[in-house]
C-alpha cells in the first residue's frame, strides 16, 4: 500500500518553526516508509533541509496576487508526480489545495497546529477535508464548532533528541562560565512567542537581582520578526546588570547542544517534547498562557494543554515564570533525573514519530481507500 501512495506535502513557507519542523520529520519518516513524498512550499531558512531529504521539493508563493498561475503550478505539479493524496498545513496554501482535490477526486487532509485558524475558514474546508488535531485540547475547540476531527499529535524523533554531553566550547563562545545556573528558551521570536521571550528576560533579571541567583545566564536561541525588538531589551537589561547574561543564538538548526546547557528549559509545545526527549526540565509557557513546571504528575495534563500552545492553565507573567524557573533550578540533582528519565519514557510513548507516522499510515490508507484511488 505504502509504495502506490503518492503525497504532496504542503505548507505556506519553509520557514522555521514547529509546523516546518514536524512536517520535516514527518515526511522524513514517511520516506523511510516507502511513501512517495513530495513537499511544496514558499522559499525559506528550512528549504535546504528538505532538499536533503532527497524527494521533490518545490517552492511555489501562495502569497503573489496571479491565483490562475498559482492553480496552474499547483495542478501541474500534481500531475507530474501523480500525487493521490494532498495533506496540507496551513490556510494560506489550503484553499488552492482542496480546490484542486475537488477538482481531481483525490483525498484532502488538513492538520490543525493550533487554534489560531479561523474557525469560519476550517468549517468552509469541512465538507471536503479531512482533519487531524495535534492535541486533545484542539480537538475539543472543533468538536464545540462541530468539525469532526482524528487525534495523531506531531512526532517527535527520539533516536535524535536524545541527552547530550555539555559542549564547554559553546559556553566558551558566549562567554558563559561554567557551574552557573543556565535558563535556554528556544522558539521563533514572532508574535505570541516574542512576547513570552520577553517575559523570560524579565523573569530572569528579577531572579540575579532580587532572588539571590546573580550568576544566573540566559540564552535565546530562535529568530523571527520580532528579533531587533528582542535583541534591545536584552542589550538594555545586560548594561543594567553590568555583564552580559543574556545571549541571542539565532536561528540554530541543531539546538540539542543548548538544550543540554540548559538547568532548566523554557519552551512551548514541541520545544517542550524535544527538551524532554533530551531529558531536560521543562517550565512550559505557551502562546496561549502559562502551564508550569512539567513534572511526571502533571504529563497528562501538559500534553492536553500541549504546554500552554493551546490552552492555559494560567495567564503569562513574568513573576509566574521567575517563580517556577526558581523552582527548577533549586531543586535535587536526584529530581531532575528523574524527571529526566520519565519525561524521556513519556515522549517515547506518546510522541515517538515512528508510532505517529504509523498511525498516520493508517488515516491515509483508509482515505485512499475510500477516495477510489487505489483501484
Known amino acids: 500500500m505504502e509504495s502506490n501512495l503518492r503525497v504532496l506535502m504542503i505548507l505556506d513557507s519553509f520557514l522555521v518553526g514547529g509546523t516546518e519542523t514536524h512536517v520535516f520529520t514527518l515526511t522524513r519518516e514517511l520516506l523511510k516508509q516507502g511513501v512517495h513524498v513530495v513537499v511544496l512550499g514558499d522559499d525559506g531558512p528550512l528549504h535546504q533541509l528538505f532538499l536533503e ?9 501562495f502569497d503573489q496576487e496571479n491565483r490562475a498561475q498559482i492553480n496552474s503550478d499547483l495542478n501541474q505539479i500534481v500531475n507530474n508526480e501523480g500525487i493521490n493524496l494532498i495533506h496540507a498545513h496551513q490556510t494560506g496554501c489550503a484553499p488552492f489545495a482542496i480546490s484542486l482535490a475537488k477538482d481531481k477526486g483525490i483525498p484532502f487532509l488538513f492538520s490543525v497546529h493550533g487554534s489560531y485558524y479561523k474557525i469560519s475558514t476550517l468549517a468552509d474546508m469541512a465538507e471536503q477535508a479531512a482533519f487531524i488535531s495535534v492535541s486533545p485540547a484542539i480537538q475539543n475547540w472543533l468538536w464545540k ?6 487525534l495523531i499529535p506531531n512526532g517527535i524523533d527520539t533516536d535524535y533528541y536524545r541527552l547530550q554531553p555539555i559542549d564547554v566550547n559553546l559556553c566558551r563562545e558566549y562567554g558563559i562560565p561554567t557551574n552557573v545556573p543556565i535558563v535556554v528558551y528556544a522558539g521563533r521570536l514572532s508574535w505570541e512567542k516574542a512576547d513570552i521571550a520577553e517575559e523570560v528576560i524579565q523573569a530572569c533579571a528579577y531572579l540575579r537581582e532580587r532572588e539571590g541567583f546573580p550568576n544566573l545566564h540566559l540564552l535565546i536561541v530562535g529568530d523571527g520578526w520580532h528579533s531587533d525588538g528582542i535583541r534591545a531589551l536584552a542589550t538594555r537589561r545586560n548594561e543594567l546588570a553590568g555583564t552580559d547574561f543574556i545571549h541571542l543564538a539565532g536561528s540554530m538548526r541543531d539546538v540539542r547542544p543548548f538544550y543540554a546547557l540548559g538547568d532548566c528549559v523554557v519552551g512551548t509545545g514541541r520545544v517542550a517534547l524535544e527538551a524532554m526527549s533530551c ?6 509557557v505557551g ?4 502551564f508550569g513546571l512539567v513534572t511526571p504528575d502533571v504529563y497528562i495534563k501538559a500534553w492536553y494543554y500541549y504546554f500552554g500552545d493551546h490552552k492555559r492553565l494560567y495567564a503569562r507573567s513574568s513573576d509566574m515564570l521567575a517563580n517556577e524557573i526558581k523552582n527548577t ?18 515522549v517515547k510513548y506518546f510522541f515517538d514519530i515512528r508510532s505517529v507516522t504509523v498511525d498516520l499510515l493508517h488515516l491515509y490508507k483508509l482515505l485512499y481507500n475510500k477516495s477510489g484511488s487505489a483501484r
Open 53 to 61: 531529504l532527497g524527494c521533490p521539493v518545490y517552492v511555489l508563493d
Open 145 to 150: 464548532h462541530r468539525i469532526p476531527s482524528i
Open 279 to 284: 531529558k531536560r526540565p521543562v517550565v512550559a
Open 329 to 346: 533550578i533549586l531543586s535535587s540533582e536526584r529530581a531532575r533525573r528523574s524527571w529526566g528519565t520519565q519525561g524521556r519514557r513519556f
Open 287 to 290: 502562546s496561549r498562557g502559562f
